[in-house]
């Protein structure tokens, strides 16, 4: 017998019949049809309701998460007068150079520098972000920003 469309069947064995249970007590499965005793578990859709019930005052009693964490980095301050206390003059200023100075965290992954306090000396910034006021106290000291 050659395999053809009108041919084709499952192997031996491997469908089964769905046992339709609830069907009177001659079927073996009568009375309470496998659903154990009586009550709300007894019943459709019974079976979830008791586990959530002490999981609601959990719930309730947990305090709610207010505002929101922003994703944007914060950059750290750096003062003018830092860099003038802690560098040389022609120093060429970054965020290795701030961090090897600890003038800033080994962790922060940018810095701004502020316009607060005087300079005197020549720095070269580089890869900073600064106010409008230190760019121009930088450059009034003969500094370079790139």
Do not use: C, W
């Amino acid at each position: 017998m050659t395999l053809a469309i009108h041919n084709l069947k499952p192997a031996r064995g491997s469908r089964h019949r769905v046992k339709r249970i609830g069907r009177g007590n001659a079927s073996g499965h009568g009375t309470s049809s496998t659903r154990g005793g009586k009550g709300q578990t007894a019943r459709s859709g019974g079976s979830r309701g008791l586990q959530m019930k002490g999981f609601k005052f959990l719930l309730q009693s947990t305090p709610k998460l207010r505002g929101f964490k922003s994703p944007r980095v914060k950059p750290s301050e750096v003062y003018l007068s830092d860099l003038e206390k802690h560098f040389e003059a022609g120093a060429t200023v970054d965020l290795a150079a701030l961090q090897g100075k600890q003038i800033i965290s080994k962790n922060a992954r940018t810095a701004k520098i502020v316009s607060t306090g005087d300079i005197t000396k020549k720095f070269t910034v580089t890869g900073l972000t600064f106010s409008k006021g230190a760019e121009t106290k930088i450059k009034a000291a003969g500094g370079e920003v790139k």
